[in-house]
């Protein structure tokens, strides 16, 4: 008996202990910073605290990857969870510097589509780079609906706009010469497809009035007339849209491109950084609440059962959006991008 109830009050005490050491944790969450984060605070942050007791600081921070690799030289971890987008992402998880995640703690239930269950990182956001349109512009009678179309400038005669870089361009000038989404970074991935698609894209350069580097420009360009079709990020021209402005987005071939929640190698508090990212996911309502305020939703099944239709329709992975595009390739991109812009560069000054 006097056995049994040391064993009971050692497990008590055990359990007193690692409560208290959870209360006491705090998660260091490296981000974008401004409205974003104010956000994440409120819908997420501020709940996941009141239940579980650990804290969350939030750093706003560039440069991750650069960072993130000073962390792992240095053995110091400086952040518990960081934000990741495209080509970074996948670029710190190439060279090793974020730890696996643990799905039967994240996802146990294995209820997120497998976009969302990457091997080094959870897609809790995603945006699209997307036609935007002059629906007061298009020729009467004719819909824009596909990357052809935006090459098509005798049907559709008007200024353009597109995005100064490689990215995204390449696949859209393969989808205007007839390749299937399927198919894109197959071809891409061959000298021939790369040469096909920069033949492609000297077809439209006489009708890009600009090639835009910063997401503001083709909402400003679209607003006032100066482009009636552009490249664009899809949130927006919401925006534009609600404003007043008769602008529209095709989705139909749009490049879909997921942000991760990550875990730096060695960060301090691993295991409170798992519990963060699955609380994440862990409520529908929740997630649709945060897209409602910042069109940038994950992949959580049964968000869009809290928003009204109409909101639901403006978000990349609404269903129907979702299937119509073509998920952003990030391990094309990451061994090939500075390559892939020297050449782009160089084709500008043609």
């Not at 404003?243 to 997921?258: R, T, Y």
């Not at 129907?320 to 991109?333: G, I, L, T, Y």
Request: aromatic share 10%; glycine share 8%.
């Amino acid at each position: 008996m006097k056995a049994l109830r040391s064993l009971i009050l050692g497990g008590l005490l055990a359990a007193t202990i690692g409560a208290a050491c959870a209360a006491d944790a705090t998660i260091i969450v490296s981000g974008s910073g401004g409205t974003l984060t104010d956000v994440q605070k409120s819908i997420f942050q501020e709940p996941f605290t009141a239940k579980t007791g650990i804290q969350v600081e939030n750093i706003a921070t560039t440069s991750r990857v650069s960072a993130l690799k000073a962390m792992k030289m240095t053995g110091t971890a400086q952040w518990d969870v960081t934000e990741l987008t495209g080509s970074d992402f996948q670029q710190a998880a190439n060279a090793g510097y974020l730890e696996p995640i643990d799905w039967n703690v994240v996802d146990p239930k294995h209820q997120m589509p497998e976009i969302a269950r990457q091997e080094y990182g959870l897609a809790a956001g995603s945006y699209s780079t997307i036609i935007g349109v002059r629906t007061d512009k298009l020729p009467p009678g004719k819909q824009m609906t596909s990357w052809k179309d935006f090459w098509d400038v005798k049907t559709f005669p008007g200024p353009r706009a597109l995005q100064n870089g490689a990215l995204d361009n390449l696949e859209f000038a393969l989808l205007a010469d007839g390749v299937s989404k399927d198919k894109i970074y197959e071809i891409l991935r061959t000298d021939e497809g790369i040469d096909r698609a920069f033949k492609k894209l000297d077809e439209i350069k006489p009708s890009i009035v600009s090639w835009w580097k910063a997401g503001a420009q083709p909402v400003q360009m679209l607003a006032n007339g100066e482009v009636f079709y552009t490249s664009a990020w899809n949130g927006r021209i919401t925006k534009l849209a609600a404003d007043g402005v008769p602008a529209a987005i095709v989705w139909n071939e749009g490049s879909l491109k997921p942000s991760y929640e990550c875990i730096p190698v060695g960060a301090q508090h691993r295991k409170e950084a798992l519990e963060y990212l699955a609380f994440l996911i862990a409520d529908a309502k929740m997630n649709a609440n945060f897209a409602m305020q910042m069109p940038y939703p994950g992949f959580v099944p049964g968000m869009f059962d809290f928003m009204p239709i109409d909101a639901a329709k403006t978000m990349p992975t609404y269903a129907p959006n979702q299937a119509v595009q073509f998920a952003s390739d990030n391990s094309f991109w990451v061994d090939r991008r500075d390559k892939l812009n020297e050449r782009w560069e160089a084709w500008l000054l043609k």
